[in-house]
């Protein structure tokens, strides 16, 4: 892994920005970056994609007084060390706290590095929490990143989680497609389809992410069974344009990898000089919504500092409701009439019969 301006300097040319940045991070958040999502930089320009993301800014010195530590808000939804409990049917696992590369935009950086790994009992104690809640119906496996343990470690411990019989789904959340591919082999996919439904979701930010090495570890994965979503943070020069975001969800449908969020910035220190205006991201997400396939466009949404959730931040294309009828703004900004249903009512007679003996399925009394 290239850790530092001395490392960085054999494959590119760093630019006196970037040595400066070098210098300011070493305090700050630490420098990893692979050999391979090295060699996608581009030598010429320091405003490359990839540079932005590995590369530290001396901007991120600049700690504006709202910017967080731990800006969703994780360390205290925290019911049992390596667990994160914010939504009712839902935890993150944070398995390891090691990662293929330090993005710059990091919303986990307080925790993520390699210096204080979850121990052994950490993990156990955080399975025993899963195994003695059960309302929690999906385990997303992150951290760090959770394809960083060995495949032995890893099957071992999604074997337990799926011995969990109300762990109904569990979801890894990993950047290794993107900065490592080549860590997606055969012993890899042998291991994880055995504990289907498992569902990978990863972090393609641009397109330029997408080479061949890239696409095939995501077909890899596809080919064994796991669906693959993809989790794009907005970066303000990174990707902060309509041709690129387009770009960007295209490639990801092409190589069979849907597009699930695009995120607006988390308030994390240091981050200000990345992070989007709001009306910015909505006007992006609008170049996207009707003007490329439905299936390549993610949710846009915001994480509520503080650890309240993911919130839509929809543009308004509801323009009038009443009654009678609605108004509807379309992609191309025509108004059209839409006529609501004389009947209103719309219980579902049949639910009483179907679910009959089934406990209410309504969490929204009792959010953890
Ligand atoms: S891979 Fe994920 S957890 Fe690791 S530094 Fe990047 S954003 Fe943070």
Redesign the pocket.
């Known amino acids: 892994m290239l850790t530092d301006a001395e490392d960085v300097s054999e494959v590119i040319e760093l630019s006196s920005e970037e040595r400066a940045g070098f210098a300011a991070s070493e305090q700050l958040f630490r420098v990893g970056i692979t050999p391979y999502y090295a060699s996608l930089m581009d030598p010429a320009h320091p405003t490359c994609p990839i540079r932005m993301q590995a590369i530290p800014s001396a901007a991120e010195g600049n700690i504006r007084a709202e910017e967080l530590r731990d800006p969703l808000g994780e360390d205290t939804h925290n019911p049992a060390p390596s667990i994160v409990h914010k939504y009712p049917d839902r935890v993150l696992y944070l398995v390891v706290d090691r990662?293929?590369?330090?993005?710059r935009?990091?919303?986990?950086?307080r925790l993520?590095g390699g210096d204080e790994p979850p121990t052994t009992a950490d993990l156990d104690a955080g399975l025993d929490y899963i195994a003695r809640t059960p309302r929690i119906r999906d385990v997303l496996l992150?951290?760090?990143?959770p394809l960083l343990l060995s495949t032995r470690r890893l099957d071992h411990l999604l074997g337990r989680l799926r011995a969990i019989r109300h762990v109904e789904t569990i979801r890894i959340?990993t950047?290794l497609p993107v900065v490592c591919p080549m860590r997606i082999d055969d012993e890899l996919t042998a291991a994880l389809r055995k504990h289907h439904p498992l569902f990978i979701n990863t972090?393609f930010n641009h397109v330029a992410e997408l080479t061949p090495d890239a696409v095939a570890g995501c077909e890899r994965l596809v080919d064994a069974g796991i669906p693959v979503g993809n989790q794009t943070v907005l970066l303000r020069g990174v990707n902060s344009s309509v041709r690129s975001l387009r770009a960007l969800m295209r490639a990801l449908l092409r190589a069979r990898v849907r597009p699930y969020y695009l995120f607006q910035g988390d308030t994390v220190l240091g981050t200000d000089h990345l992070r989007t205006p709001v009306e910015t991201a909505m006007e992006l997400y609008e170049g996207l919504r009707g003007w490329i396939n439905g299936m390549a466009v993610p949710h846009l949404v915001l994480d509520a500092p503080g650890g309240h959730g993911k919130v839509p931040i929809i543009p308004n294309y509801l323009e009038r409701i009443d009654h009678e009828s609605v108004v509807v703004r379309t992609y191309r900004g025509q108004r059209i009439e839409y006529p609501q249903p004389r009947e209103r009512d719309c219980t579902v007679p049949y639910d009483a019969i179907y679910f009959a003996g089934e406990p209410a399925d309504d969490d929204r009394e009792g959010s953890s």
Not at 99 to 103: S, V
Not at 105 to 109: E, F, Q
Request: include cysteine; charged fraction near 20%; glycine fraction near 22%.
């Open positions: 990662c293929g590369i330090y993005c935009h990091c919303n986990r950086r993520v992150s951290g760090g990143d959340g950047r972090h």
